[in-house]
Structure formats: structure tokens, C-alpha cells
């Protein structure tokens, strides 16, 4: 197995790894050492099924189960997959392309936002593994942009690392969206359906092996104790300096890559396909810190809430 650097900061490659078999020791430390290193690693040449993408992903932490609309089977016109998979490619539930926008109630379009999946809820987040099982080629988009909060955050000013030190972040489903530039108005309807509510996080991290790291993700709108316009004026400078450029790795998929990112230290945001020709067929498992397999609406007391 090799581990090999993407950019200059973050990122890398692990080619030579078997995900067809139970992970063993070695594998699990070296993933976990290239991800406390790296925060965002693509395993490449992963030809592993769902079920198979699921057995290596526990071997890491327990999965966070995607969350249903309460009452229903599986999301609403998703591929029908494997439930303990988030579906994120433009397949519809028959595996027919979904034009890109052509769905006015889609969703999606919040992905392309730097964000950091499930800040919008309480669970103990940790990576998200992504599956490139369709990929189209590089020429037609479909790029998935990383970037380091870590290096962002060491890169501060100290008054602003002693300003927010001790700042709590405010992280809302239905105001991501907003901030995504989601037209449509948000009614006590749509909040019913997806029912989350504004939810805390520290804005400032720190990881288990010592790094601090900002969290603002795409769905923080505010901090706690501050006034609406203040606290979204601090997210927005936040955000606008750990996306700049120089903090920012574009991934571009090959079939078969496995791609971890960690949820608590960097952003992600997804680019759009430029063409309705090719299939990108992304399947995700999501883990957490610690606690048990569920999903965040059972984890929350949500899932009966309409
Ligand atoms: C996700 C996501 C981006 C992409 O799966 O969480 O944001 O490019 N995906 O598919
Ligand atoms: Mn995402």
C-alpha cells in the first residue's frame, strides 16, 4: 500500500489497498493515520459493492443511518439502494439520469456550497466515504472541491483565533439551503417534512490528535448570543477565508474511487455535471464518533414528528 499527496496542504491518495476482504489491522491504522494527516484521502481501484463499501466503513465507526422522512420507506424519487446509504448521484430510483435542475424541489444544489455533511444535527459526525460506482469524465464536471479548515484556521490572525475561541456556532438544515441559494420560500410545511431544528457546534474544534480546525460549515448562519446580522457577518468572513484558493483540492473522480473525507476539519462542495449524457452514480456511508447505528431523526426524537 502507497500514500501519495494530492496538494501541497491536505489530501492524498492509498493505492494498492483490498476493500474486498474484512480490513485488517494494518489497513485500519494506515487510513487512520493518513486521515489525521490528510483529512481527505481517495482510495483508488475500490470495485467493492454496497455491501462491502459498508463493512469497511464500520470498521471505523459505527454508520450514521441516512435519515427517512418520517413516515416513508426511502427518500422520495432516490435510487433504491441499501438503506444505510446516502444516495448523491443523478440517478432516479429506476437508475434513469436525472437531467441536472430539473427537479424544482431538488435538494441537491445545497451540495455545491462548501459544507460538511450532518452539521445540522447533533450526532458525533465523523467521515463520510463516497463511492465513485458511475463516473463521467472529467471533461463534463461532476468535481468534487475540498478544502482544509485546519490549515485556515492555523493560518488566523491571534486576535481572531482569541475572538473565537470560545464561540458557538449556529447550524440550520433549512437556512443551509437558504444560504445555498435556495429560492424557494422555506414554509412550516417543508420544516414539518425535514424537521430539523437549529442545532450548536463550537465553531472553533479541536481533533482528537490535537489540530484546531474552524466549523462553519454550509449550514452555520449565526452565533450564539449574537446579533443575526453580526453573527452571519463572522460565519461569512470565516467561510470566505477557508475557501479561498490556496486551501482548496478539486478532486476528480476516477470509477472505483473511495473517497473519506473528514466531516469535522474540512469542507466539501460538489460541481455541477455540464452534461445530462453521463451517468455519476455516488453512493455515501456516513460515520460517527461513537454511539449507536442510527439515524439522526431517531437520534433527535424527529422521526415521528409529522
Ligand atoms: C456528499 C456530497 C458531492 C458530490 O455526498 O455529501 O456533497 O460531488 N457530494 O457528489
Ligand atoms: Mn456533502
Known amino acids: 500500500m502507497q ?3 494530492l496538494h501541497p496542504l491536505f489530501a492524498a491518495e492509498l493505492v494498492g489497498a483490498d476493500l474486498t476482504v474484512r480490513p485488517n489491522e494494518q ?18 481501484d475500490a470495485e467493492i459493492s454496497d455491501e462491502q463499501q459498508i463493512m469497511f466503513s464500520r470498521a471505523f465507526g459505527p454508520l450514521e443511518i441516512p435519515s427517512r422522512v418520517p413516515g ?4 422520495v424519487g432516490k435510487r433504491r439502494i441499501t438503506p444505510e446509504i446516502f444516495y448523491a448521484g443523478n ?48 471533461s463534463v ?41 435556495f ?17 450548536k457546534h463550537s465553531l472553533v474544534r479541536t481533533m482528537p490528535y490535537g489540530r484546531k480546525t474552524i466549523y462553519v460549515g454550509g449550514h452555520c448562519f449565526g452565533i450564539e448570543g449574537m446579533g443575526a ?7 461569512e468572513e470565516l467561510y470566505a477565508h477557508a475557501t479561498q484558493e490556496k486551501y482548496v483540492y ?33 453512493r455515501r456511508t456516513t460515520i460517527n464518533e461513537s454511539g449507536p447505528e442510527t439515524s439522526a431523526y431517531e437520534w433527535m426524537g424527529l422521526a415521528d414528528a409529522a
Open 91 to 138: 440517478l432516479d430510483h429506476d437508475g434513469e439520469i436525472v437531467p441536472y435542475g430539473s427537479d424544482p424541489k431538488s435538494l441537491a444544489k445545497g451540495a455545491e456550497r462548501f459544507h460538511t455533511d450532518s452539521s445540522f444535527h447533533t450526532m458525533p459526525t465523523k467521515w463520510s466515504l463516497l463511492h465513485g460506482v458511475e463516473t463521467p469524465p472529467p
Open 72 to 75: 416513508a420507506a426511502r427518500p
Open 27 to 44: 489497513l485500519v491504522r494506515t487510513v487512520e493515520d493518513a486521515m489525521a494527516l490528510y483529512g481527505v484521502l481517495a482510495i483508488r
Open 183 to 199: 429560492k424557494a420560500e422555506i414554509t412550516p410545511e417543508m420544516r414539518l417534512v425535514i424537521p430539523f431544528p437549529t442545532v
Open 141 to 181: 464536471g461532476g468535481d468534487t472541491w475540498f478544502v482544509d479548515a485546519r490549515a485556515a484556521y492555523d493560518d488566523l490572525s491571534d486576535a481572531m483565533k482569541a475572538r473565537i475561541e470560545n464561540l458557538v456556532g449556529l447550524h440550520d438544515f433549512w437556512e443551509g439551503r437558504k444560504l445555498a441559494g
Open 250 to 282: 478539486r478532486h476528480q473522480w476516477r470509477q472505483w474511487d473511495l473517497v473519506i473525507w473528514d466531516n469535522r476539519c474540512t469542507m466539501h462542495a460538489a460541481t455541477p455535471l455540464l452534461s445530462d449524457r453521463y451517468r455519476r452514480d455516488m
Open 229 to 235: 446580522e453580526e453573527g452571519l457577518a463572522l460565519v
Open 3 to 5: 500514500v501519495n499527496p
